[in-house]
């Protein structure tokens, strides 16, 4: 499938009804609205096409760009690359779907620090969302890897601008379902770190209380019921 097939295949595929959804998530009007569910159609037929993934980024349309995302070759992504799509983020949706490439590259240590520190909103939620999946996918990073980044959680969160503060939530959350050592740090920053107010616009979605589902995602999985339960 070619540049041009692709773009007018997005096109037909966009409808109203998911127009009307996405404007609420503070997406810009360069839209089709095409679901994920077709997305991912597409990047099964297409699978990995890293010069289409350029072009597609280039249009500037979100639903381009976040399949650019998925048929990109993590392995050529470079520094310029990494950092001139970083800095072309303009919402939360294009955000996480390009934290999920970034975090497959070669350099995603490295940039995922970097980007955490930024106060650019969707550059540092970036940057946290990275963080989430490393927690939430890389079975063997030892404890002290995360404790460190529960600490700058619980001295940062409540400075760090809306979107940020939501993907440093999750960090949280993510990290205190690992085991009973990092839940029971988790659990206790959480305590002290009490609610986290995010604006999430038009929406109806909720930032959740760490506390509560990390105690909840233990309980779905039957994991660390004793030290849970005897809070």
Not at 122 to 137: D, K
Not at 159 to 177: F, P
Not at 183 to 193: D, F, K, V
Not at 210 to 219: D, G, M, P, Q
Request: aromatic letters at 8%; proline letters at 2%; charged letters at 30%.
């Amino acid at each position: 499938m070619n540049f041009d097939t692709i773009l007018q295949e997005l096109e037909s595929l966009g409808t109203a009804q998911n127009r009307k959804v996405i404007r609420k998530h503070g997406v810009g009007e360069n839209f089709y609205g095409v679901s994920f569910a077709d997305l991912h159609k597409l990047q099964k037929k297409i699978k990995q096409d890293h010069s289409l993934a350029m072009q597609l980024w280039a249009t500037g349309n979100q639903d381009a760009r976040m399949l650019a995302t998925m048929i990109a070759d993590p392995k050529q992504a470079d520094d310029s690359l990494l950092e001139s799509w970083v800095n072309d983020l303009d919402n939360y949706i294009i955000t996480d779907t390009f934290s999920d490439f970034a975090k497959k590259t070669p350099l995603a240590k490295e940039k995922m620090d970097t980007w955490m520190a930024s106060q650019e909103e969707w550059i540092g939620r970036a940057g946290w969302r990275m963080l989430t999946y490393q927690a939430m996918e890389h079975i063997s990073l030892p404890d002290e890897y995360f404790e460190g980044y529960l600490a700058i959680i619980e001295r940062d969160i409540h400075k760090r601008k809306n979107r940020v503060k939501d993907a440093m939530n999750s960090a949280l959350i993510a990290i205190g379902v690992r085991n009973s050592h990092l839940e029971a740090l988790s659990m206790a920053a959480a305590g002290r770190i009490g609610k986290v107010d995010v604006d999430h616009g038009e929406t109806n979605c909720k930032t959740p209380d760490a506390r509560s589902y990390i105690e909840k995602t233990l309980r779905r999985k039957g994991y660390f019921l004793t030290s849970v339960e005897s809070r």
